[in-house]
């Protein structure tokens, strides 16, 4: 093209970025980018879209953040693609609470975010298992006049699956196909997944022949997913016979087919026939992966063999592949047995300094080692420098410790905050707190419902507030217990706006467990005169299925009585000649000083 005087233009290096974008060589794109540049082509909001994307697929988010930023500098305005695609990538890797930042941005500019913006969040959410979120967005979606599609009810789904959540896996099922919605082989392959995982074979093969059926053609995932769960039952026989079926129809398995397999004879104490996959994959020109060494080097510790699970970890770094915590976990729990607690500890630091981070179960092997060897003092130092120095999951127990620890609130953060909730040093308690945050971990559920709870008996309800937001930005609901103290706290401070937005967020969630929260509720509005938010409570209760009883409203005390047009108002709320009985209707409403039913009219 060159070379016969043709220059080329934006649209050519355009195709030429994305085509190398796609493969994954960033290398050729800045290349054809910095050329574009020295050829005096100035680059479109499609090459800067498309170089964002290449970016944000490598993990790179800052630098596409930065390209997103300089695009106002070249005299091109960013669309909503471009929001978009930092969207997916902050998405990819797991920095979904920065994305709520960027929306706002693009709303800004004038950009209302489409089916691709709220599908991208709701995967993104469904991924770090914030399925509140999830549906929040998915609600929002259809306010908004968006239709969510088969990529929104498969992100929902697989996110059930992953959760064992079978049931409302096949609701989400259900209600897509209710709206007219065909699953496609993505939507199948993930339920087959998910009921494989759990042994539910017979609803996998319903679903296979629903599928086939449906004219799609499984594919290797699908084919795994159903040689897992015969892994997983022991039923080895059955697993090789899919792969022969697999054969059968043109497909060859893979790396992860070979693996699954291996795993399940090393689960199952199968070692040979374990080695015999290994040496077959090989052969066939297939390479084993880290989950291939990982299961077989668990394989043979399980039956004491150290020589050969450190010749297979050696070999296993030879080939390039990185150990993972699992792998160093296994080492490390088969030192302890053997008694060579040194090397078990350098495992662990060589696991740290790699970037690992060792869990519960890492943790429990080497303090019980320790224990074992009676190097207590060992095990406590350990114990305390892991908490205060180490990057160490908030939910580690140390139960195997317990009885050797001096003071019990280290069982877990968890307790330690509730510790000091409980005698009344909040200023304690907020050290810890903001120490695990400081250290990037997030706090559990729990751990928020304790602290604000601790506030709002201290008083501090500012503060109670604060943490209250940030537990929902977090994605988790508060406890009924803690909606309570914190709304009794914001009445008494007559914080009537933080109030209503409390009792609005604790309505919308559907999180009333019992009549205790919209009792309060309706106590407190009641209090001040304001019967309109009374039948508001009481509306939604009765949608949400939670319709009082008679004992309930007479336990309310609501007098002085209510006038006949606040009674016809209860009465159409909660449709009483459909619930109860004349008789029983008119002694309710006697209970709660309201005019009778039969004078209303």
């Known amino acids: 093209m060159v070379r016969n005087g043709v220059s080329p233009n934006v649209y050519t290096y355009n195709i030429l970025i994305r085509g190398f974008s796609a493969a994954g060589n960033l290398e050729m794109v800045l290349y054809f980018w910095s050329e574009m540049e020295r050829n005096g082509c100035l680059p479109n909001v499609v090459t800067y879209n498309t170089l964002i994307d290449a970016y944000s697929k490598l993990k790179r988010i800052d630098d596409a953040f930065g390209l997103l930023r300089s695009m106002a500098s070249k005299g091109l ?127 996998a093969y319903g679903l296979l022949n629903e599928m086939v059926g449906g004219g799609f053609s499984p594919s290797i995932v699908t084919y795994n997913a159903l040689i897992n769960g015969y892994c997983l039952l022991g039923r080895m026989e059955e697993a090789m016979g899919i792969v022969q079926d697999m054969v059968g129809k043109g497909l060859y398995p893979d790396v992860v087919s070979y693996s699954t397999i291996i795993t399940g004879f090393c689960r199952h104490q199968e070692l ?107 095990a406590k130092k350990l114990l305390l420098k892991l908490f205060y120095y180490k990057s160490v999951p908030d939910d580690v127990t140390y139960n195997t410790l317990i009885e050797s620890c001096t003071n019990v609130e280290f069982k877990s953060v968890v307790a330690l905050v509730k510790g000091f909730c409980m005698k009344g040093l909040m200023k304690e308690a907020d050290q810890v707190f903001e120490t695990v945050i400081k250290r990037k971990y997030k706090p559990n559920g729990a751990a928020y419902d304790v602290i604000i709870h601790g506030h709002c008996r201290d008083g501090n309800v500012e503060k109670a507030l604060k943490l209250y937001k940030e537990m929902l930005l977090s994605g988790f609901l508060p406890h009924t217990v803690t909606v309570i103290a914190l709304i009794k706290e914001l009445f008494t401070e007559g914080m009537n706006n933080e109030l209503s937005q409390v009792i609005e967020n604790t309505l919308w969630s559907c999180k009333l467990t019992d009549a205790e929260v919209a009792k309060l509720l309706v106590e407190a509005n009641h ?75």
């Not at 930042?101 to 500019?109: A, F, H, N, S, T």
């Not at 374990?274 to 291939?292: C, Y």
């Not at 938010?533 to 949400?544: I, P």
């Not at 029983?584 to 039969?598: D, F, I, P, T, Y």
């Open 77 to 203: 305005e960013q669309n909503l693609i471009s929001y978009n695609v930092v969207i997916n990538g902050l998405c990819r890797e797991g920095r979904t609470e920065e994305t709520s930042q960027v929306v706002e941005e693009m709303k800004r500019k004038g950009f209302v975010p489409d089916e691709v913006t709220y599908n991208t969040l709701i995967s993104g959410y469904c991924k770090e298992g914030n399925f509140h979120q999830a549906l929040v967005l998915q609600e929002e979606m259809r306010r908004n006049g968006l239709s969510p599609n088969v990529v929104t009810y498969t992100a929902l789904i697989n996110a059930m699956s992953k959760t064992k959540n079978l049931n409302r896996a096949m609701e989400f099922f259900e209600q897509m196909r209710v709206r007219g919605l065909r699953p496609n082989e993505r939507t199948y392959t993930t339920l087959i997944d998910g009921f494989s995982q759990q042994g539910f074979l017979n609803e």
């Open 527 to 601: 209090k001040e005169g304001n019967m309109d938010a009374v039948f508001n409570v009481l509306g939604e209760m009765a949608q949400d299925g939670l319709l009082p009883n008679s004992g309930w409203f007479a336990a309310m005390n609501l007098v002085p009585p209510l006038p006949c047009s606040s009674a016809n108002k209860f009465v159409k709320i909660f449709h009483l000649p459909l619930y109860l009985p004349s008789l029983a209707g008119n002694v309710l409403m006697n209970e709660l000083g309201l005019c009778s039913l039969h004078s209303s009219t």
């Open 272 to 378: 040979e026939s374990a080695f015999q996959m290994k040496a077959e994959m090989v052969e066939k020109g297939i390479s084993p992966d880290a989950v291939t060494y990982s299961s077989l080097i668990q394989g043979v510790c399980q039956q004491r063999r150290l020589d050969d699970a450190c010749n297979l970890f050696q070999e296993m770094i030879s080939m390039g592949l990185r150990p993972d915590e699992f792998t160093y976990t296994t080492l490390i729990n088969a030192y302890c047995k053997e008694g060579d607690l040194n090397m078990a500890l350098h495992l662990n630091d060589e696991m740290i300094r790699k970037g690992f981070l060792p869990d519960l179960v890492t943790y429990s092997v080497l303090i019980n080692g320790l224990k074992k060897q009676a190097r207590m003092t060992e």
